[in-house]
């Protein structure tokens, strides 16, 4: 299936628009110092009054879904469901209904990070009420949207909240307190609220809506740098596990954190003669309601590192303490304009393989990967082309010849968007947008071209007019 993204605060604009409430980005944002050049999402692609043109050119890519999130407190202004915006509600109607109307599927996420700011005012993600508030921001949605709606992700990097948000505290709510214990009580509400989500949409839509629930992780891979000492390999699969089975092994395995989370962060726990780790506890009644809540595996992924075993100091604490210690990326591997993002095509197909491995080869559909650009007018984006080329190639290596049950892949992204610390230095988008200008014109990319060619030709276009079937070879396995 060929897909392409966005989401509500990278490209909507609109931000206090017909009703809308504020969001813990718009706050954020607001603040001078907080992003690059002091940039806002304010008016981002202004994809809130230019819904029809993004359907046009939607169209003229020939995709057949997009994956695009609702803004929370676009629905519910005060996050609660006592405040329904009748304009919001009519905006993604419109926006779902325009697509159906082109043939194209919608995926929608429920929550990609821009939290009303009146529920960050009661605790954020670190209130156990968050579980309650959104299931019933869910339930409204599936109550609304889901006649047309048949592909849902709760969250989207549910990892980027908990440890950029109350860890690390470079996104909102930059929270600084408990370093060490707060992102692992976030994410401990977070996966209450995603199971609870998906058993609300399992016991009284499912039957009738016949959707999937899931929600997007994101991933790199890591090798460990030299391969032959087993204690690099070793801390490869714990870093594995800090990133990706910290949400993915309650879901997709047993309803608990990975046994190398709960030996590390618990082994320095003890050291710091604390009375209990760090990490939370899940009852058996817990893991149970957690167990299963996915019905595809979905990934994002735009990079890989090398890494090497090191041993920790105990203090400060912070879950990059708790974590192996990532090494330099390798150098001769291509940059994206994201700092320290590196293009590894080999290494999705090597984390797909591990996902394979460790979860039960679940369905997988790849719901990020792109590369970012840092010229402002660059309409011949070869090395765009370069990287879409090289990953897909990787995609179809791991579904044809390893076997991976690969459903679909999503490029990241549509639009040039507000890339969140960034601004809007990097640019990842098929089209361009000129932000400059206030009505904010979009020109597409070479690679639009491609990826469209890609599309039309049901395989990786060549000169000799072969192709490698991408799309046709999920589409068959999907039938």
Not at 169 to 175: D, K
Not at 280 to 286: H, I, L, M, S, W
Request: glycine letters at 6%; a negative charge; aromatic letters at 14%.
């Amino acid at each position: 299936m060929d897909f392409l993204i966005s989401s509500a605060y990278q490209i909507e604009g609109g931000w206090d628009a017909d009703g809308k409430g504020p969001s813990i980005w718009d706050n954020f944002t607001h603040t001078p110092g907080n992003i690059k050049n002091d940039e806002t999402g304010d008016i981002a692609c202004d994809s809130y009054n230019k819904a029809d043109e993004d359907l046009y050119l939607l169209r003229a890519l020939r995709v057949n879904s997009y994956r695009f999130s609702l803004s929370w407190p676009r629905i519910f202004p005060d996050g609660r469901n006592r405040s329904i915006n009748t304009y919001g509600v009519n905006y993604y109607n419109r926006l779902i209904d325009g697509l159906l109307a082109q043939n194209i599927t919608p995926m929608v996420t429920l929550f990609h990070w821009d939290l009303p700011q009146a529920l960050q005012d009661i605790g954020g993600w670190l209130n156990p009420e968050m579980v309650e508030l959104f299931d019933s921001y869910a339930d409204f949605c599936f109550h609304t949207f889901g006649d047309r709606v048949k592909f849902w992700i709760t969250f989207n990097e549910p990892i980027a909240i908990s440890s950029l948000g109350y860890d690390l505290a470079v996104f909102p709510p930059n929270y600084k307190d408990d370093p060490g214990y707060a992102l692992y009580k976030v994410t401990h509400i977070i996966l209450k609220a995603h199971a609870r989500a998906y058993h609300t949409y399992d016991q009284k839509y499912r039957a009738t809506q016949k959707g999937v629930v899931s929600l997007s992780l994101n991933m790199d891979w890591v090798e460990p740098e030299p391969l032959n000492d087993p204690r690099n390999v070793e801390a490869a699969d714990r870093y594995l596990q800090f990133m990706g089975g910290w949400f993915a092994h309650p879901i997709f395995k047993n309803g608990d954190y990975p046994d190398a989370m709960k030996w590390k962060v618990g082994n320095r726990s003890e050291l710091q003669k604390l009375p209990s780790s760090r990490l939370p506890v899940f009852t058996e009644e817990e893991k149970e309601y957690i167990r299963g809540t996915a019905d595809v595996f979905c990934l994002n992924y735009y990079t890989a590192k090398l890494i090497k075993h090191k041993t920790t100091k105990l203090r400060p604490f912070s879950y990059e303490d708790d974590q192996e210690k990532v090494l330099e990326n390798d150098s001769s591997w291509p940059t994206s304009a994201i700092d320290n993002m590196r293009a590894v095509p080999w290494g999705l197909r090597r984390l797909l393989n591990w996902i394979k491995e460790e979860y039960g080869n679940p369905p997988i559909y790849i719901t990020e990967n792109g590369v970012g650009l840092k010229s402002k007018s660059e309409v011949d984006d070869t090395s765009k082309i370069f990287f879409y080329k090289t990953h897909i190639d990787e995609v179809l290596k791991a579904y044809n010849l390893d076997g991976v049950n690969l459903k679909g892949y999503v490029a990241w992204s549509f639009l040039d968007s507000f890339e969140w610390l960034n601004g809007y230095e990097a640019r990842f988008g098929l089209h361009q947008v000129d932000f400059e200008k206030p009505s904010r014109p979009r020109t597409p990319r070479t690679s639009a071209i491609y990826y469209s060619e890609i599309i039309r030709q049901n395989g990786i276009p060549f000169h000799q007019g072969d192709s490698l079937s991408l799309f046709h070879l999920l589409a068959s396995r999907t039938s």
